[in-house]
């Protein structure tokens, strides 16, 4: 009932955990099986490996998270050779979300990735915490599509490009990137943001700013896909807030094919299994067969 298909790929239903929220999967194994999710969303891999930033790296707000986290990853190799197996495990779609400082860093990532099973790529140029992290290449529509075209051209696997809500207009963007060739998109990443310790009478990061995200976004992201769904006609994943299975219904009703799950996981490791039962409530006492139903129908008035 809550099957749906991105760029050919089936999600056993549309609940995807989102990049750098639920690692590679290992540590909510312990919560539930995670192959009852739809799929999941990569911590955010660059070409080599990171340690991340210094100082404090999550900070929480009266209604979301700040995070500085400076895409702490193993490298695409070290995923391939110590996470993959793991998550080949377990039945469920793979996107392996990528970042990157330079066009040559996405290509040879996708190169290294194209010869493994992961199922997608989602092409991160939306990662606000560090230059390497790609938001350079996502906030202008010109660079933003210099990236996605020379990565469609040597991607053997379905490409969903992920955009910044910091990008200069999100629908030019959006429109950019999938004239670029991109599959899919996914939006939003997290929002540039300033949090200060009055007493120290410096900013909270040691980058100044940092990322912002869970509920306090949500109507902003929901207004994002809303308006790329007018736009484009690809798949759209939504994100940004989303803590209940009426949040996720809302995105899907403003254009979304499927969801993730970011923040939310931190408040409650079992959130993604809520919504994924209380989307089929949803479905059974509204007499929704599937989701096509109900996809995007915020547009049609
Ligand atoms: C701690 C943390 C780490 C994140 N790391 C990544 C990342 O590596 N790659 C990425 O594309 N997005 C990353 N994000 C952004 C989330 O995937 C998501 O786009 C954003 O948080 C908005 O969704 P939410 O409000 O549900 O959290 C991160 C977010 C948080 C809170």
Redesign the pocket.
Same mark, same amino acid.
């Given at each position: 009932m809550t099957k749906v298909n991105i760029c050919g790929i089936e999600f056993k239903n549309p609940v995807i955990a +989102? &990049? /750098? %929220?639920f690692g590679f999967g290992r540590e909510f194994e312990e919560y539930y099986a995670i192959e009852k999710l739809g799929g999941i969303?990569t911590?955010?891999l660059t070409l080599n490996k990171r340690d991340g930033n210094k100082g404090i790296r999550?900070y929480e707000t009266a209604s @979301? $998270?700040m *995070?500085s986290?400076g $895409?702490q990853n193993p490298g695409v190799s070290g995923f391939i050779k110590d996470e993959l197996p793991f998550m080949e495990s377990k039945d469920t779609v793979i996107l392996a *979300?990528l @970042?990157g400082s330079t066009l040559d860093d996405y290509l040879q990532g996708i190169e290294l990735l194209n010869e493994t099973s992961v199922h997608m790529i989602?092409l *991160?140029i &939306?990662?606000p915490n560090v230059k390497e992290g790609g938001m350079a290449f996502g906030i202008k529509c010109d660079t933003a599509s210099q990236v996605v075209k020379e990565a469609k051209k040597i991607s053997k696997k379905p490409m969903i490009v992920?955009l910044s809500p910091n990008a200069e207009n999100i629908k030019d963007m959006a429109y950019a990137c999938v004239e670029a060739g991109a599959d899919g998109l996914s939006l939003? *990443? %997290?929002f540039n943001a300033l949090a200060i310790d009055i007493y120290k009478r410096k900013p909270i990061f040691n980058n100044i700013t940092a @990322?912002l995200? /869970?509920p306090c976004?949500k109507p902003i992201a929901l207004r994002m896909v809303y308006e790329v769904n007018q736009v484009v006609n690809v798949p759209i994943i939504g $994100? /940004? @807030?989303?803590m209940t299975a009426e949040d996720a219904i809302e995105f899907i009703m403003a254009g979304a094919t499927a969801i993730?799950? /970011? &923040? +939310?996981n931190f408040v409650n490791p079992t959130i993604s299994i809520d919504i994924i039962e209380g989307i089929e409530k949803f479905m059974e006492k509204e007499g929704v067969k599937s989701l096509e139903e109900i996809r995007g129908i915020i547009g049609r008035f």
């Amino acid at each position: 009932m809550t099957k749906v298909n991105i760029c050919g790929i089936e999600f056993k239903n549309p609940v995807i955990a +989102a &990049s /750098g %929220t639920f690692g590679f999967g290992r540590e909510f194994e312990e919560y539930y099986a995670i192959e009852k999710l739809g799929g999941i969303s990569t911590k955010g891999l660059t070409l080599n490996k990171r340690d991340g930033n210094k100082g404090i790296r999550i900070y929480e707000t009266a209604s @979301g $998270l700040m *995070n500085s986290i400076g $895409l702490q990853n193993p490298g695409v190799s070290g995923f391939i050779k110590d996470e993959l197996p793991f998550m080949e495990s377990k039945d469920t779609v793979i996107l392996a *979300n990528l @970042g990157g400082s330079t066009l040559d860093d996405y290509l040879q990532g996708i190169e290294l990735l194209n010869e493994t099973s992961v199922h997608m790529i989602e092409l *991160n140029i &939306s990662c606000p915490n560090v230059k390497e992290g790609g938001m350079a290449f996502g906030i202008k529509c010109d660079t933003a599509s210099q990236v996605v075209k020379e990565a469609k051209k040597i991607s053997k696997k379905p490409m969903i490009v992920k955009l910044s809500p910091n990008a200069e207009n999100i629908k030019d963007m959006a429109y950019a990137c999938v004239e670029a060739g991109a599959d899919g998109l996914s939006l939003i *990443n %997290t929002f540039n943001a300033l949090a200060i310790d009055i007493y120290k009478r410096k900013p909270i990061f040691n980058n100044i700013t940092a @990322g912002l995200s /869970g509920p306090c976004i949500k109507p902003i992201a929901l207004r994002m896909v809303y308006e790329v769904n007018q736009v484009v006609n690809v798949p759209i994943i939504g $994100l /940004g @807030g989303i803590m209940t299975a009426e949040d996720a219904i809302e995105f899907i009703m403003a254009g979304a094919t499927a969801i993730q799950v /970011g &923040s +939310a996981n931190f408040v409650n490791p079992t959130i993604s299994i809520d919504i994924i039962e209380g989307i089929e409530k949803f479905m059974e006492k509204e007499g929704v067969k599937s989701l096509e139903e109900i996809r995007g129908i915020i547009g049609r008035f």
